[in-house]
């Protein structure tokens, strides 16, 4: 028999732009979020949503990482 599926969803709530680096590197560091990242490269955009930690991309890759809300651009912060 199949197992069960389950659905998840996530919502998106505005972190202020000084308390990004702060909620995905929680340990001590200097790093500031302008060094990190800009506008997208692809389309421009400057919104970006930070991907939660089960998400394949962040499982795999060991970094944080977002995607562009505008085109689906992704990078790591």
Aim: hydrophobic share 35%; proline share 3%; net charge negative.
């Amino acid at each position: 028999m199949a197992k069960k599926l389950k659905f998840f969803k996530a919502v998106l709530k505005e972190i202020p732009s000084d308390e990004v680096l702060d909620s995905v590197y929680p340990f001590k560091h200097d790093m500031k979020l302008e060094d990190r990242i800009s506008n997208c490269s692809e389309c421009g955009g400057n919104e970006w949503m930070i991907l939660a930690d089960e998400q394949a991309a962040v499982r795999e890759g060991g970094k944080a990482y977002c995607e562009c809300l505008g085109c689906g651009e992704m990078t790591h912060l």
